[in-house]
């Protein structure tokens, strides 16, 4: 394997973000590649495109809640889904980040999806993150002093923007940096059989083919509305 | 198995309407469930909700490509892409309806994807779309007649409403339709193995789960980035 690490992106807003967080992990460990934890800002980036979260357009939420609760339940993945949703994660996020968790990042991590997702807490409420942060044993009124500090705060916006800039459009992302300093990126939870294959080496994507298409001309701007 | 029929709701313009054309047909006949083909106009379903199209997003089209040729190559679809993308489906779309192809309409539609995302021709190319039906032993000319009936292009809006109505908010969609009215939507190539399960009566979805979730309050709307 040439890849030297995985970045992962997230954002508690999302589910498919709650599931990678299941399965990512062990993914990379399996394989003896470190993993990156990247908190980021799902909105920046909706805002930047224009776009509309899958939340927010009600035929599609009503969907995928439903798609969600069937790869829970085939999966076996503790799902509740959280109390309220969309919520702000921010000061989920912050918490989140390698600079306030530092050698306990993936614990605090792993006790906000699970308290959330998990068992259907509210991920939006300081007072509720801060005590699944002490019952999973770590201190939750000391992390939550950290991401006062400004530098937090401006941490995870130039991590969203970094993001960003390096291609990602959506959570979760999982960016497979290889060796030579190429790139490759993977979005969304069922992106994780490619992720698994590209590290194996046996990635099937055909890159000339890919190229070739992506060269052709448009033929129209949001065909057949006009 | 209580479903006594599956509408495959579509839009030549995506590549995952072109896969699942490639295994719904033989998932329903599988089964014995007839398939009802029913194109629609995706770009009418986008300017609804002020939505953006995958390929309107340039880190996402440029992800998404990837993803398609992923697919392509380890399900042995043949895939070149369309000479161009986006394009103007409409031709194609009223070419494809039931009203136009009678009991040849999946001819129809599979000589037109066929000749676009299988071979690399231009579908928003009248021209082309007619020598494609004429190679599939079919009267291209005589179909582009019909198209021209005012109650063909009406029937297209209708059905891109209907759908809409039924809850569909991208292509492809599949709506399953019970016995007893009730119907279940699923939705993207990557949902067929969802729709699978379904027809063989063993959805893992929990529908009070997806209820419960569902009736949740929203904490934030477009958190964090206010």
Known sequence: VSVQRVDFYFDFISPYAYFGWQVVPGVCARRGVPL??????????????????????????TYLFSDVFRI???????????AKHPF????????AMPEVGGADQARVIDAIFAMSWGQGGDPGDTAALVAALDAAGLDGAGLLARTQEPAVKEGLKARTGEAMARGTFGVPTMIAVHDDGREELFWGFDAVPWLEM??????????????????????ATRPGSR
Chains 1, 2 share one sequence.
């Open 36 to 61: 990156r934890l990247q908190p980021i800002l799902f909105a920046v980036i909706l805002d930047k495109w224009g776009h509309k979260g899958p939340a927010e357009i009600p035929p599609k939420r």
């Open 198 to 219: 590209h590290l194996d080496g046996r990635d099937p994507v055909d890159r000339d083919a890919v190229a070739k298409a992506l060269e052709r001309p448009a033929g």
């Open 88 to 95: 702000n994660p921010l000061v989920a996020l912050r918490l």
């Open 72 to 82: 829970g339940r085939s999966r076996g993945f503790p799902l509740v889904g959280p």
